[in-house]
């Protein structure tokens, strides 16, 4: 069982190896926005008040999830 | 013969808008097609070739997979899926030159239609700096479409692009069929392995991500200083309108009076004086005054959109957001609801869940307005003492500063009872990209800017105006009356009167509130138009003065809070009825702001009494 970019500490930077989740609509977004298999990804904050939202680096972009969407994309790290 | 159509597709914030100004020099005119509510703005130019092309600036999409009303208005469009509007002749497809990587599988999603299409990959000035370096006939080799850069910003940018145009707008067929292009299966991680080849091959040097923006995020993002900051920059915003504006506001009243006073004095007393110092000039003239107020307001909007905080602001806002049951993508058509309701509930589109999306538009008119504007700065200036507290802050600013927050904790209220009642529904969710901070466009900023005021100068001078006027018939008729309660208005304001004496209103607030449907700062007017016809020669002092010696503090107090939850503009009612495409939806968001509206004044009312103020 691999990791999911949720589980990454801030600044842990790691490569997209798949995307799992229960809600099939999850993917094709992920994907849309930019997300993809060999991605280099990084936690680069995490939101106030203990916050589901997290800033991701993916790439040269940034973008904002909540936890739950980063727990849908599987990470390897190194 | 027709222009040849050509549609701007890209990602949010790829610079969509900035071209489209700069291609069409702004003149845009904002196309509605009958039966669905899209709005997107069109605009003619011709290439050195002499063909006219007609730009279609659409919302941002990332793919053809529409999550949101606007992403679906944009395939749609695109697609020919409008009904009665033909596909586009051609596209146009923007990428941010920065990104290349990440965003080129639009491309391929985009060529899978079949149209004529140019890339055009922007902001290189920006891709440049940060060490990026592209090999731009390689990727338009192996995309087999044509490709550019741009500066979308600078005539020079755009210079490449306007030669392609130019050579590939006569090999455009023109397309009149209403048959709507098949939307491509296409696998996606298939399109996307592909893209990322491309750009990789491509690609001959990739630097590391932009380093300022990385820079300036570990504050304004820090999950301490960065809600502070956000609330820094709001409490510096609404300091501003009230009190940078100041100035120009008095030379504005100065101007009005002094154009009232000349005008009543080379004109014969009568009835036209009548209509045109105490109709027109005082009703206009009370709303014009707000001018300042609403450019300082736009100007923070614009400027923070422009600059990418914006983006970042909804992302801070967002867990606070999902506890009141919203989504922090809700901040930004909220944020913009401070100006006008109705591009904020416009802009709700982007919100890609039904739910939340129906929840932001309900609550949407509780974000005070610009509109209100004018009658909490009128009750301010009449009530609250111009007192400086806690040695800096202006006492006037702090009252409106609580104006505003009633609004906003009062929205928060409404949205938790909404998303547990009655649009409780399925999770959402948040995925939006944080652009690089950019330093905004005087052009596009100024162009943006105008498009506002413009849009309040001319219901300055329509609806006002007729309301002014109507309004001034309607209190000076019939002639010869005994006091106002004999006029046409009187009466009117008499049905209404059981129901707002109990909440502190007389009959003049009665008769304001008639025409404030029309448009909330029209009470203004209605208010300066009810007491100058009343009062005729004596109140040249000016409105506030007139309130301060007719009204009761506790009614004014009332009167506030009244129009923080206050109903009344029938062209916030129609937006909402056109993005929710339904009465009872509409009927109920009415008849929830009313009863609020009423229950907020009387119970300040009474408090106020009660308190002995
Ligand atoms: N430096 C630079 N900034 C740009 C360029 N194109 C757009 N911008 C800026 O990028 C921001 C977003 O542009 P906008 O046109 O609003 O994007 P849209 O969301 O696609 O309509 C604005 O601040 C623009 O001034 C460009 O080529 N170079
Ligand atoms: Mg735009």
Redesign the pocket.
Known sequence: MGMTLEELARGQIARVIGFRSEDSGLEPKLREIGFAEDDEVEIVHFGPLMARPVCVRLNRTLIALRRNEAAAIEVSIG | MSALRLA?V????????????GLTGGTAKVANYSGVTVETRSGIFSTAAGDDIELI?LP?IYGINARSTDERIAVDMISGRLPGVAAPDAILV?I?AATLRTHLHTVLQMKAFGRPMIVVL?????AERDGLELDVAKLEAALGVPVVT?????AP?RAALMERLAEEAPKWARNDSDAPLTIPELDLKALQTDARRIAREATLHEPAANKFTRTVDNVVLNPFAGPLILAAILFLMFQAVFTWATPYMDGIEWLAAWLGETVAAIMPDGLMQSLIVDGIIAGVGSVIVFLPQIVILFTFILLL????YMTRAAFLMDELMLRVGLNGRAFIPLLSSFACAIPGIMSARTIENERDRLTTILVAPLMTCSARLPVYTLMIAAFIPNETVWGFIGLQGLVMFGLYIAGVVSAVIVAFVLKRTVTRGAAQSLIMEL?TY????AR??FLGLWMRVAAFLKRAGTVIFAVSVILWVLTTFPLGAEGLRQTIAGRIGSILEPVLAPIGFNLEIAIALIPGLAAREVAVGALGTVYAVQGAEENTEGLAAVLQSAWSLPTALAFLAWYVFAPQCLATLAAARRETNSWAWTGFMFVYLFVLAWLAAGATYHIARFAGL
């Open positions: 701007l890209g990602a949010p914030n790829s610079g969509k808008s900035t071209l489209f100004n600036d941002g923007l941010d922007n902001m290189i000035d920006l741009a500066r979308a910003t600078r940018g959109e422009a600059s990418g652009p950019k330093m905004p466009n596009d900023f």
